[in-house]
């Protein structure tokens, strides 16, 4: 059950786009790359989740842990970017739907996004998370079967022109290819922590060994699987269905055009897939937002059906951008530089050796992190303006240059020297403020929680800071650690 949970959290319709579209890029190399910077980060939630558990036991999303270690104010900035990151997810999702229906069929895919987002929206408000496992497991079963088929089909079917091979040179390494090696495992690793559907999932795992069986199978299926949707770009061009010198224009459709040399049953079987990804990873995304939302704004006070209103408020906006929506690719990596700039300085706070850490360091750092970028771009292209598209990756994947692996670079370092840089001023003023006052200077002071742990208990809060509803089933912990 696990396994399928974090399997179709770990896929969607959108994988159709982006990794085809990186094997037309930067092919063998891309695809292998993209495939295993993918899956292997799941693992973090196998090596991070018993930690993170151990010290926050009543949780089930990040934002509880980072609440209670970092205080409110870094716990609504984490709380934002997580919904964001979210809410991008979504919309990227979405997109890849209408635009597959459409792909495939030659249909407006309109009616069937508003189709998803209804039947969805009714069950999970229903049903919950609960609900969400249960068809995770159902559709996971189908995705399985239905790739399995459509692979053996298209081996089958399609005739590769041995003399494109060569000429493709998809066979080769490339300049992008190589950087890639250090983007996506950043890009991809920091992503994960944003999304709350992991999370709750990794809280909800029986034992931490059920966990690691769970993510671990899920790890190996998924690399399986997006290596095999990746190799798609890769066919599209050696089969000759698409020319090289239309991959810039048309390498996201890469799949879709593939699929136009093979008969229309296999169609049917892709569009069965399609809706089942693309169902199991918004349902959860739904799900997740709620949860989020319940717990870090309103701290689970609020009626659940406030919460789920504002979820299907928030559905128009997202099938609104979904339609005018840019590159899938792109998406994914806006979100994954936000994550590359704020993850960094966040888990510092999970080793006690950096007690002295706090939630001020976190926000500045994190800022910090996409200022850096802008400084970076800015200075690679000589002008403000490019510097600020850069942030937003205007360029994609396809500038060659070193404009997108500097803005890696740039978002996790530069939010670690922001946040170093941060902490030297608070104990700075902290010092001075004590000097002036004539009180004890504490900014460095080991906290007495690393010398009072329980096990089973949190390790941040005290007994009265513990508050349980005994109807829902939830316990809140009003704890909030140090942010200043």
Known sequence: MLTAEFLLSALGSGILFAYPQLATITGVQGVVTYAITSAAPLMIFAYLGPIIRSKCPEGFVLTEWTRQRYGIVAAIYISFLTCATMFLYMVAELSALQQIMTALTGMDGLPMVIVECVVTTIYTSLGGFKISFITDNIQGAMVVCLIII???????????????????????????????????PVAVLTNDFFLSNFWIRTFASKTDKDLYIGVSIAAVVTLIILTLVGCTGLIAVWSGALAPEDIESNGSVAFFILLEQLPSWVVGIVLVMVVSLSTAAFDSLQSAMVST??????????????????????????????????????????????????????????????????????????????MTVFIFGTIYFGNAQDGANLILLEGGLYANDWSVFGAFVAAPVGGLLWGLGAFIVRVSFQWVWSKVKGTHFDALDRPVYLDRRVEGMPEYAGSDEIRSDATDGIVTVDHKGKFF
């Open 150 to 184: 459509a692979t053996i089909t298209i081996g089958v079917e399609t005739k590769i022109d041995k003399s494109l091979i060569d000429s493709s040179h998809l066979t080769d390494a490339s300049l992008l290819g190589w950087q890639l090696l250090y983007i996506l």
């Open 293 to 370: 939302a319940s717990n870090d704004l309103f701290r689970n006070r609020l009626n659940i059906w406030w919460i789920r209103g504002a979820v299907v408020a928030l559905i128009f906006p997202v099938v609104v951008l979904a339609l005018k929506a840019p590159s899938i690719l792109q998406i994914y990596l806006i979100s994954d530089l936000f994550s590359a700039s704020s993850i960094p300085v966040l888990v510092l706070g999970l080793s006690d050796r950096f007690y002295w850490w706090r939630g001020f360091e976190v926000v500045v750092g994190g800022l910090g992190g996409i």
